[in-house]
Structures are given as C-alpha cells and as structure tokens.
C-alpha cells in the first residue's frame, strides 16, 4: 500500500510540475515586443499599457533611433512601427523578409508644425517667418522629416532664405531634442505638431493653416520573427480601435 501511495504521490508531483511548466510557457508567450522611432512613442506606449491591462499580457515598446534598436529587435520583435509610410518602407527594404507585408497596416496622421521656444521672443507665426533675416532654424533630416521643411517651403518660393537660415541640421529627433535643450541659439524646428506634447516644457506650438498643412502616416507591422503573430495582430486592431484613437488623437494625431 505504501508502494502505492508513493507512486501516486510521484504522479501527482509530476503532473504538478507539468501544470507549472505550462504556465511558465503561456507566461512567456504572453509577451509583445515593439520597435520604431521615438516620434510614435507616447500614444503606442499608452495604448500598450491599456492593452496589456485589457489582455492580461506584457507589450514591451522600445522606441527611438534605429541604431540603438535593431540588434535587439532583429532577435525577437514582434512588431515594428514607423513615424512615416516611407519610414517603415525604408526599414523593410533595409531588411528583406523581417517585415510580413501582408500584416501592413497604416494607422493615424499627423501634421507638420513648427515649434519655437516658450513665450514665442521671435515672435515666428507662420512659415513666412522663417525666411526672416536673424531666424536660427534647427533641422532633422531623417527620422519621419527627410525633405519636411523643403516640401513647406518650395511650394511658397521660400527655399533659399530658409535654407540660409538652416544653422544645424542632424539626422534624428533625439539628436534635435538634446541641442535644442542645451542650446539657445535655435529659435524653430519644422516637425510635427505631436513632438509639442513631448516637449511642452520647452516649446511652445506655431500650428500651420490647414492648407499649409503636410501629413505623415504611422504605419505598424507583424514581423516574421514573431512567435506571438495572433496576439500582434490583435494588438493592431486593438490601435485601430476608438479609444486607441482617441489616445493618439490626445497625442496630436488627427
């Protein structure tokens, strides 16, 4: 009878440790990795936040220049966003077959905006204003703003004063953010009215007419890494939800 009882017992262990081990591996499983550039970070982090809460599972976003991403991402992402449709075409072509096309989807929209220091001392209220004699104007040519001033400006017969008064130009917002925070000589930055919501300790927001306006899309897509494909894909249609939008509308998305 003891030889019994003990063998019982070893059963019920094993199968108690087997239970665990399941749930270890749903545990595991239960996690979502996303990757892009630091413009969409606010809205895709909030809303990661409501969907983990909704779901029960974790959405890890990392966001900002590609360099300080990718190796990580090419290991276990398992979605990528972009701060522009190009963006996330630019990334796909960079690396052929991470990205599953056919999972593609273009979220919401955002405008271009300029933004001055707090108080607005240049007094800058259109892009007119750009063009004036004395206007240091910082420029980011990469990271979703690749030709975003020179589109503004060709159009109005501004190119060659704006560009005169181009004193920097970098390659990422990160890089643009940290001069303009420890430099006080840049008095505007074409970008997109969403970076004001990021930054509203240290600019204020010039909002262009509508139809000065330029927009850029924010494009999310599964990789092919991806070994939690059904749970990525509910994440994007989880952002392409009302209240998803509502957060990115928060954000200053359209």
């Not at 992402?77 to 072509?93: I, K, S």
């Not at 892009?127 to 703003?145: E, F, M, P």
């Not at 494009?219 to 990525?232: G, Q």
Request: hydrophobic fraction near 40%; charge should be neutral; include cysteine.
């Amino acid at each position: 009878m003891k030889l019994g009882f003990f063998k019982r017992a070893f059963i019920v262990c094993l199968l108690s440790l087997f239970i665990c081990s399941a749930g270890w591996t749903t545990a595991e499983a239960a996690t979502l990795n996303v990757y892009g550039p630091g413009g969409p970070l606010g809205p895709m982090q909030e809303c990661a936040a409501l969907f983990s809460q909704m779901k029960g599972v974790t959405v890890n976003v990392t966001a900002g220049p590609e360099p300080r991403w990718i190796d990580k991402a090419l290991q276990d992402a398992d979605l990528v966003f972009g701060g522009g449709e190009y963006v996330l075409t630019d990334f796909a072509l960079k690396h052929p077959g991470f990205l599953d096309n056919s999972s593609r989807t273009s979220l919401y929209i955002r405008a271009s905006g300029v933004l001055v220091r707090k108080g607005n001392p240049k007094n800058i209220q259109s892009l007119k204003d750009l063009a004036k004699n004395g206007i240091n104007i910082l420029d980011v040519t990469g990271a979703g703003q690749v030709s975003l001033w020179e589109d503004l400006a060709g159009v109005r017969g501004l190119l060659p004063a704006m560009q005169n008064n181009i004193t920097v130009s970098v390659t990422d917002s990160a890089e643009a953010i940290e001069l303009w925070k420890s430099q006080s000589i840049f008095d505007a930055w074409i970008t997109y009215e969403s970076w004001y919501y990021r930054l509203k300790d240290v600019t204020d927001l010039v909002k262009l007419p509508e139809s000065e306006k330029l927009y850029r899309g924010t494009p999310i897509a599964v990789t092919s890494i991806s070994s939690n494909r059904s749970l990525a894909l509910e994440f994007i249609e989880y952002l392409k939800s009302e209240p998803a939008h509502a957060v990115f509308q928060k954000w200053g998305w359209k």
